[in-house]
C-alpha cells in the first residue's frame, strides 16, 4: 500500500499569532527567512545566547523581537507556535516537552517526530499562494516544486483574482447556485493548460 500525506494544509495569520524561535543560528536564520518571506508582518521573538549577524539583520527588517539568553519554558507563555532550531538535540527535545505540555503547535527543526507543522515550500503571486508539502521527506522536491509553479503562475493572476471576485459579488440566488456559476466560469481555466 503506498503511503499517504495526511498533512493538513492551512494558511495561517501570522501577523494575529505569537511565534517564537529558539536559536540564532543559522538555521533560525532560515526559518526566520521562510516565515517572513511569506508574511512579512508575523509577530516574530527569537531567543537564544547569540545571533549570527546576518539574522540580526533579517530581525531589524521585520521587527522581531529578541532576547538575548538561554532558552526556559517562560518563554513560551503565550505563544501559539514555536520553532526550536538550536544545534543542542536537549534543548530542541526540551522545547519540544514544554510544548507538549501547554498545547502549543512545535516544530523542531530536521526532526520530524518532533514536529506537529512542517514549513513547506510556498509560491505567492499577489493574492495566489500555493503551498508544497513533501510530508517533510524531501525539501529539494518541495523546492523544486515551488520553481516550477513560480514559472508557470501568471504574473497576472492577481488581476484575474480580484476580476473573478468582483463578480462572483454580482451573481444571484443561494450559495449553491453561486457556488455552480463560480466553477462553470472557472472550469475555463482548466481547460487551457
Known amino acids: 500500500m503506498m503511503e499517504r500525506n495526511n498533512l493538513y494544509p ?7 499569532l505569537e511565534i ?3 536559536g540564532g543560528g543559522f538555521v ?3 526559518k526566520l527567512h521562510f516565515l517572513t518571506k511569506s508574511s512579512p508582518d508575523a509577530k516574530v521573538t527569537m531567543v537564544a545566547p547569540m545571533f549570527r549577524e546576518a539574522t540580526l539583520q533579517l530581525a ?7 532576547i538575548k539568553n538561554s532558552y526556559n519554558a517562560n518563554y513560551l507563555y503565550g505563544k501559539h ?11 530542541n527535545l526540551q522545547v519540544y516537552a514544554d510544548c507538549r505540555k501547554l498545547n ?3 516544530n523542531v527543526a530536521d526532526n520530524p517526530p518532533l514536529c506537529d507543522f512542517y514549513m513547506g515550500g510556498i509560491v505567492t503571486k499577489g493574492h495566489v499562494k500555493v503551498a508544497i508539502s513533501t510530508n517533510g521527506k524531501s525539501p529539494t522536491t518541495a523546492k523544486r516544486l515551488r520553481q516550477f509553479f513560480e ?3 501568471p504574473d497576472d493572476i492577481t488581476k484575474m483574482v480580484q476580476n473573478l471576485n468582483e463578480f462572483r459579488k454580482t451573481i444571484k440566488g443561494d ?7 463560480m466553477n462553470e466560469i472557472t472550469q475555463k481555466l482548466i481547460e487551457k493548460v
Open 10 to 16: 492551512i494558511f495561517l495569520k501570522a501577523s494575529q
Open 28 to 30: 533560525a536564520e532560515e
Open 81 to 91: 507556535m514555536v520553532i526550536a532550531t538550536t544545534d543542542k538535540p536537549k534543548v
Open 175 to 181: 450559495f449553491e447556485e453561486k457556488v455552480n456559476k
Open 20 to 22: 517564537l524561535i529558539v
Open 104 to 106: 502549543t503547535l512545535v
Open 60 to 66: 531589524k527588517r521585520h521587527e522581531v523581537a529578541l
Open 151 to 153: 514559472e508557470v503562475l
